[in-house]
């Protein structure tokens, strides 16, 4: 019984100094991307270092994190670099109108604005592809107060030609105003009201400071 203890106690302490010269193999961490394959390796470490290593994977994967962030930053922008914009309506396509009723646009598309250095990017992304087959004219108001009297001047008032053959448009404006506070309304107006004394103006409004 002792023999068989001793041997026992041997192996196991032999068996602890391999683990120390020939280690484990290496712990991989693999993560891929859309587009990019990301590999990384993390050196063996001692059976007590759980927490170290703990704390190196929660880095890594934080890196991995980082950078997978930064990889769709940098395809957005290359798509919104890419995007054609939609073409100005010379002319008044309203000529039978004496002014327009205001609606809400948010049943139809979300509208987001956007300063892009030197322009305002006005960005329409539609529920549905069938809605723009609807749609008559873009557009894209500007309106200051002035401080003074309090009247409403308009700044900025322009149409433009809807792409039907997508759900996201782009109107993109030269940013020219002088420093100020701006109110944006940013909408389009439907074909079955296009011939209509006010048709209606489905819009979403912006506070602008510049």
């Not at 010379?90 to 598309?109: E, I, T, V």
């Not at 030269?174 to 944006?184: A, K, N, V």
């Not at 940013?186 to 510049?210: C, H, M, T, W």
Request: net charge negative.
């Amino acid at each position: 019984m002792v023999i068989w203890l001793l041997s026992t106690v041997t192996l196991l302490l032999l068996t602890k100094a391999c683990d120390r010269i020939w280690p484990d193999p290496p712990v991989v961490i693999k993560e891929y991307a859309d587009t990019v394959k990301v590999i990384h390796a993390i050196s063996p470490f001692p059976a007590d270092s759980d927490s170290i290593l703990s704390k190196q994977i929660e880095q890594r994967l934080r890196s991995i994190e980082l950078l997978n962030m930064y990889e769709k930053q940098v395809r957005r922008r290359a798509e919104n670099n890419s995007v054609e914009a939609c073409k100005i309506i010379l002319g008044n396509p309203y000529p039978n109108s004496s002014g327009y009723a205001m609606n809400d646009a948010s049943s139809f598309c979300l509208i987001e604005l956007k300063h892009n250095g030197p322009v305002i990017d006005v960005i329409y992304s539609f529920i549905r592809l069938d809605y723009v087959e609807l749609i008559n004219t873009l557009g894209v108001k500007i309106f200051h107060k002035d401080e003074k009297d309090g009247k409403v001047w308009v700044d900025y008032d322009q149409n433009f030609e809807p792409q039907t053959d997508k759900r996201d448009m782009l109107v993109r404006i030269i940013d020219d105003l002088p420093p100020g506070e701006y109110e944006i309304e940013a909408g389009f107006i439907l074909k079955e009201d296009k011939d209509k004394k006010y048709p209606s103006f489905n819009r979403q409004k912006f506070v602008y400071k510049k």
